[in-house]
């Protein structure tokens, strides 16, 4: 970016600017900038990955573009290798803070508007004007293999966080890039696949979280995603980027393709696609034809100009040039953050944690305990400043006596001669803890998982150490959900997904009690992988991907079908206990427009410090409307010590209740009653209160002469103006109109051919029985 050209003199209109000009203003420059028009008041911005840290490719960058397309493959065919080292090319160094679906158990909206801060002090360091995420995409299947990036698979969760560091990262000057928009949930064949979602799910699910992270945050680009979306390609969509996304939410930034995620320019730009990336001389042609033949009105381009404009501006408005950033102090936050985030999803006996100043001998197991992975694979990947190392860190911090001991030169995984020393030295350990991994060939962009099991040999590994020594540990890094055939064997499981460069560090606090575990699930850990939603119609074929559960994703699919998982959405222990009393609402009957309090008690029945995540749920109770068993609305992360008490307020809209009726084309509340539930997981619920839901917009099916009895007295006006027809066209007595409607209501057919079947036919006229309908419906709409 040109220092030296003062934010005032910064183009917001390309009034004056030429056709080429303009082309080049929405088309980007080379892999990572926009294109620069300096002696028209235009300077470039930088952009660069990272959802967690900071990607600042010097060759890529700061070098002359060399071949491009082979530049951006090696990238995202990258894989990350421990510790750091060769495979991270020539980035600078940032630090790799825990990854989305590992951060995202933490629950804590201070955490993750700490993390925009940092983040957006490390951009304004290396000279990033715009980074590229939060990503925050459902996790609609643990093998997905960016899942690593996502924080949940709840839009509500997912959206809240994400809109803290939107909001951490441009008050301090950089702007960020929700992606990606919409429904890219899996890696296969993932830049032509089709989304094929019905209407509900797709706002329920796919588009809810967008909306809520939009609606508090503002951020400055959005980035459409690579897939087809019913049928379009979403950076060519114009329903999704112009009805939806500027219509209804009104958003007013600036939106941008991921990288080569566009195939039709024109079209692209004309859905409301502003900003290609990367340069493509192929795709610059192709628009710039259009607009001389007509085909897209340089209106139209002028808009897209307006708005990459505005984007440079509030760059150069927020840059901080000279600013620096201390290493030493991010890596303290990234061990914070990864402490905070563990989960710890087992704990037989009070197993964990083990006392620093015991005389236990603690044998530790597998590669992870020195060669930590840290983080997924692709496009996101950061070179760490610095990387802590489980072991060294263990034995940094244990007492005097407490001795963590390893097998050197012992291949774990190896044959039947190593694998006896591993089992006499488990069987004489005082405790064991075995740090296990997922296989990173097929942990990142571009691969899906193939199956959710560990990597190989390390099952096996895990079921014969615990088959000696009953106080085993296991400390699990994986992108997602793994499955755990040992579970019931071992002692205490701690699920760490990937947690950046302060792991270590982090792991060992834990396991030695120098801090309670605090994080809790945002996917649900299946038992088996048949379990998962949408299984049987996963990854597609021909091309199209069903999403065939439709609403029913995460935790709604398990509850809905009475599944009993590994374990549940929102699941994790503590070394302390929480009591949960005294729940209030107000008011117990809402409306449109109305608003929810929900007011408890969280009490530490503990001897120790600890962190409770609350969840407050929303539960149905007998409508018509299918909905989920319950669903999650609102948190809240709570620091107890020992004995004390906090009072917890929730306060809901009304519009978060309701779900989205495909034939309305809108947002509708349910009518009847309304749950209430709070919990510590979402099969832990601790208290529960009802509210009478009252819309004063209710919608009902269109009614006509083939229309169910049943369907046409459900209208408010639908027995009394039916019964005062039967009475005039029948002469039939109140009591009479009154049996005929209660025994016709049961009839299947519909209410002309039911009172045809009753009575004598030909007093049954069409186009009267067609008007007293039609007066019903009015009556309904009025």
Known sequence: MNENMHEDEVRLSPEGLTLDQKIALVSGNGLWRTAAIEAEGVPPIVMTDGTYGVRYSIEQI???????????????????????????????????????????????????????????????????????????????????????????????????????????????????????????????ERTTMDSVIEARALREIYL????????????????????????LYAAENPWLLTDVLRGEW?????????????????????????????????????????????????????????????LVGKAMAGQRCGQKFSAEHHHEIARDMAAQSIVLLRNRDECLPLSPDSRARVLVLGPTATVPIIQGSGCATTRPTRVDVPLEELRAAAGEHLKFITLEGIDEGGHDAHRSKILAAASAADYVVVFVNTDVAHDGEGSDRTSLDLAEGQDELVAAVAA?????????????????????????????????QGFGHAIAQLILGFQSPSGKLTSTLPVRLEDIPGWHSYPGEGGRHVYSEGIFVGYRWYDYKGIEPLFPFGHGLSYTSFEYSGLAISPDTLTDGGTMQVMFKVTNTGACFGREIAQLYAAWRGQETKRPVRELKAFAKVALGPGESATVVLTVPAADFAYWNEEANDWLLDEGVLGLEVGA????????????????????????????????????????????????????????????????????????????????????????????????AKDAAA
Not at 122 to 142: D, K, M, S, Y
Not at 481 to 486: D, K
Request: with cysteine; hydrophobic share 40%; glycine share 10%.
């Open 62 to 188: 700061d070098g002359d573009g060399g071949n491009q397309l082979e530049q951006f493959l090696a990238v995202v065919g990258q894989r990350e290798g421990g510790s750091g080292g060769n495979e991270f090319g020539t980035s600078r160094p940032a630090t790799c803070f825990p990854n989305g679906s590992s951060l995202g158990c933490s629950w804590d909206k201070a955490l993750f508007r700490e993390l925009g801060t940092v983040l957006a002090q490390e951009c304004q360091a290396l000279g990033v004007q715009l980074l590229l995420g939060p990503g925050i995409n459902i996790r609609r299947t643990p093998l997905a293999g960016r899942a690593y990036e996502y924080y949940a698979e709840d839009p509500y969760l997912s959206g809240d966080l994400a809109a803290e560091v939107i909001i951490g990262l441009q008050a301090n000057g950089v702007g960020a890039s929700l992606k990606h928009f919409a429904a890219n949930n899996s890696e296969v």
């Open 468 to 500: 000696v020594n009953a106080r085993t540990i296991v400390v699990v890094t994986a992108p997602d959900a793994v499955l755990m055939p040992w579970l019931d064997d071992v002692a205490a499981v701690l699920m760490s997904f990937y947690s950046g």
């Open 681 to 776: 997981s979402s099969r832990d619920i601790r208290l529960s209160a009802d509210c009478v839901v009252t819309p004063v917009k209710v919608y009902r099916r269109p009614i006509g002469i083939d229309s169910l009895v049943s369907q046409i007295i459900a209208y408010p006006t639908g027995r009394t103006r039916l019964a005062s027809y039967l009475q005039e066209a029948l002469g039939m007595e109140d009591g009479q109109a009154e049996a005929l409607i209660l025994g016709s209501s049961q009839s299947f057919l519909g209410i002309y051919s039911t009172l045809s079947w009753f009575v004598d036919e030909a007093l049954i006229k069409p186009e009267e029985l067609a008007g007293v309908i039609d007066a019903i």
């Open 208 to 231: 809810k979280g967008f909306e809520r992270a939009i609606a508090a945050s503002n951020p400055w680009t959005v980035m459409s995603s690579y897939n087809r979306l019913n049928g």
């Open 250 to 310: 009104g958003y007013d930034g600036c939106v941008l393709s991921d990288w080569h995620g566009i195939k039709d320019r024109p079209a692209s730009l004309l859905a409301g696609n502003d900003l290609d990336m990367p340069e493509n001389e192929l795709r610059k042609r192709t628009l710039r034809d259009a607009v001389v033949a007509g085909e897209v009105s340089e209106a139209d381009l002028d808009l897209a100009c307006a708005r990459v404009l505005a």
